[in-house]
């Protein structure tokens, strides 16, 4: 996902680029230092805005995990923005999580948030063909 929005904003970029002076049009080199810093920054708002929004990145719902506050309420955009600022930027304290007796990750203890099992059961309509247990 973050790797789709870097070379869209990297095309984007070109094509402005292009577009400014077509004669002298060359692509852009921006280096690994300018792509890092891209993908960080992007990195950051997507885990924030999903997580502000459902609690979730695409991730989290693959795996059935939901994130909340301490009241077990929805994060708010600075709660998450914070959270996702400090997963960036030290990603081994992830790994808290295996050590932790509450599964909590250095991220959670910081910003007093938690990872929650959250699978939403999805039930068929009794007449749309599906199996049925007897």
């Known amino acids: 996902m973050i790797a789709v929005a870097v070379a869209a ?3 984007g970029f070109a094509v402005i680029r292009f577009l400014w002076r077509p004669r002298h049009f060359t692509w852009p080199e921006p280096g690994a230092l300018g792509l ?3 993908w960080w920054v992007l990195l950051i708002l997507y885990l924030a805005i999903t997580w502000s929004i459902s ?7 693959v795996v059935g995990l ?3 506050n301490v009241r077990g309420d929805r994060l708010g955009l600075p709660t998450a923005f914070l959270r996702a600022l400090f997963c ?5 304290g992830l790994f808290w999580c295996a050590v932790s007796r509450e599964n909590r990750s250095v991220a959670d203890l910081v910003v007093r948030t938690s ?3 959250d699978w939403q059961l999805r039930i068929t309509p009794s007449g749309s063909g599906a199996a049925s247990s007897p």
């Open 66 to 68: 939901r994130l909340v």
């Open 36 to 38: 890092g810093s891209i």
């Open 115 to 117: 990872v929650v099992y």
């Open 9 to 11: 904003a990297y095309f």
């Open 88 to 92: 960036a930027a030290f990603p081994v």
């Open 55 to 61: 609690g979730r990145s695409f991730g989290k719902r």
